[in-house]
């Protein structure tokens, strides 16, 4: 069965880096045709996508956060990762990974259960 | 600011009829794009719940249903259950941006 698991600090300060990490079991993220993918939920409020890779390692980002954004794939750990960059109290969510389908336009399927980051100094 | 909105909230008695409207213009939903629904109850992750604007995932209840015309879609509740109280949202592609985009959320209430 499908898991993900995301990780990674609880706590950022401001104008730091933002770094989590989304392990995956029950699949392999390089042999499998999918995209996987970033969201992320301001608490109280709704659900913003951060952006996907694939399993070929090109990258789709959210063009708001495009700037400061780098998302990747470490095969050998099958493991994907999201680095935000400069952050402020306005990226302070719960940040799920995910996994799509074959494209862009099929739904987010699975889901881990979501890591909180709080930014604050 | 989404380019797809839903109302905040809609509310039902148990054993009624909801629906949730998804309004969405020609680059995303309006395009032909599908339409993807999630629930996602107090605390948790969201949820699959409809695919391909009117498929449901094994395990979903045939309570819930999906619809799609022109730019906007809806998800429909029938026989409303104190257990679907949750947020629903839609999700689809939009052209122009580029990007997969979630609809602005609704809290379903059973009264």
């Known amino acids: 069965q499908l898991q993900l698991q995301e990780s990674g600090p609880g706590l950022v300060k401001p104008s730091e880096t933002l770094s989590l990490t989304c392990t995956v079991s029950g699949d392999s993220i390089s042999s499998s045709s999918y995209y996987w993918g970033w969201i992320r939920q301001p608490p109280g409020k709704g659900l913003e996508w951060i952006g996907n890779i694939y399993y070929s390692g090109r990258t789709y980002y959210n063009s708001s956060l495009k700037s400061r954004l780098t998302i990747s794939v470490d095969s050998s750990k099958n493991q994907f990762s999201v680095k935000l960059t400069s952050v402020t109290a306005a990226d302070t969510a719960v940040y799920y990974c995910?996994?799509?389908?074959?494209?862009?336009?099929?739904?987010?399927?699975?889901w881990g259960q979501g890591t909180l980051v709080i930014v604050s100094s | 600011q989404s380019v797809v909105t839903q109302p905040p909230s809609v509310s039902g008695a148990p054993g009624q009829r909801v629906t949730i409207p998804c309004t969405g213009s020609s680059s995303n939903i309006g395009a032909g794009y599908d339409v993807h629904w999630y629930q996602q109850l107090p605390g948790t992750a969201p949820k699959l719940l409809i695919y391909g604007n009117n498929n449901r995932p094994s395990g979903v209840p045939d309570r819930f249903s999906g619809s799609k015309s022109g730019t906007s879609a809806s998800l429909a509740i029938t026989g409303l259950q104190a257990e679907d109280e949750a947020d629903y949202y839609c999700?689809?592609?939009?052209?122009?941006?580029?990007?997969?985009?979630f609809g602005t959320g609704t809290k379903v209430t059973v009264l």
């Open positions: 999700q689809s592609y939009d052209s122009l941006s580029g990007s997969t985009v």
């Open positions: 995910a996994r799509g389908g074959a494209t862009v336009t099929r739904p987010l399927g699975y």
